[in-house]
């Protein structure tokens, strides 16, 4: 350990399995990862950080061969993992390990139910809490590169040296207020793998112009993007270095039939047509093969009626009324989007999962199939069960 700094610097195999049996009676570790992701489609995982107690550690997984000790703590029932805002390092840490950690802890989701804004930053949360303002300097650093140095890694490390901090007190705020219960599901289901896997078959819903596509156009567009992703994965190179959005969308809905075609498209450069123009026209031609009822089609648009927006405009109102009573942001809670969809009865809508079901959800449904009723009292509204 390097005496200017009360954390490990850990690059060997011997010295993580003994910082993780140091760890690993302890209830809860904090953790975050460094990567970059700009030149692939894997993240390349760069570095780890741990905090748990007194014992620090920056490990460096470029310099680890075994990782067993780190892999089985992260999975250890009795150990909680406490990130902050985690998709990214659950994500980078199931790619790198097989398994998602379990048990977690988000601190941004529990500082949303407890009245902070709902996507508090970090550095916003610790600063609100432990009064130690962040310094910001090394976001853009190239964390592959090495030797990193003293300064860089000192940021690293605060990444989990006041998480800890932010865990204790977010933790006795839930636990007093008994809102812990609120986000248990949420946080349960953040460990589910299959949040970290592709689901090929929808990826044709995040094209940039993906509306102006329907039909075969659409069926076209969608093994388009089955294809690019099969290669971004296989040559580890991010999709838009494949083919551009752009690019798919002038395939699906000029449908080139020969070289000649397909090099007019736009944005189309002539390597990628002479390395991938043969399949890019076997796949338009295939595509078109498809039976008209298995194209995929764009999710149904409903809108509210007359009747439905005043019910909107009455839960809306509600929302308000609970949010005040929780000490949250209304915004926090929920949107109008959020209530639309709950009154065409569609899952999607936030309030029907996780805490904010029970927060306000359940009690809306409840006013929604008439169980209960709004009345004014001293000039607030409230809800009555009939």
Known sequence: MNQTTDYEYIDSDESLARFCARIGDASYCAIDTEFIRESTYYPELALIQIGSGEQLACIDPLAITEFAPLARLLVKDSLLKVFHSPSQDLEILYQKFAEVPFPVFDTQLAAAVLGYSQQVSYADLVQQITGVTLEKKHTRANWIRRPLSQDELDYAMDDVRYLMAVYEELKLKLESGNRYSW???????????????????????????????????????????????????????????????????????????????????????????????????????????????????????????????????????????????????????????????????????????GWRFTMAGEQLLEFIHGQSAISVDNEKLKLDSK
């Open 183 to 353: 986000i248990e599901k949420d946080l349960h289901t953040m460990s589910d793998p299959q949040n970290y896997e592709v689901d090929k078959a929808q990826l044709w819903k995040r094209l940039k112009g993906v509306l102006k596509l329907k039909g075969v156009k659409l069926q076209i567009a969608s093994d388009l993007c089955r294809w690019r992703e099969d290669v971004a994965q296989r040559q580890n190179r991010p999709r838009r270095w494949i083919v551009k959005d752009d690019v798919i969308i002038g395939i699906a809905l000029q449908q080139p039939g020969d070289r000649e075609a397909l090099s007019r498209i736009r944005e189309l450069s002539a390597k990628t047509v002479a390395r991938h123009g043969d399949k890019l026209l076997q796949i338009v031609s295939q595509a078109r093969q498809v039976d008209a009822k298995d194209w995929p089609r764009h999710d149904q648009v409903n809108s509210l009626d007359k009747q439905q927006s005043a019910l909107g405009d009455c839960l809306m109102a509600l929302c308000r009324v609970i949010a005040d009573k929780n000490q949250i942001a209304l915004a926090t809670l929920t949107t109008r989007k959020d209530i639309d969809n709950l009154i065409l009865n569609q899952k999607s809508s936030r309030l029907a999962q």
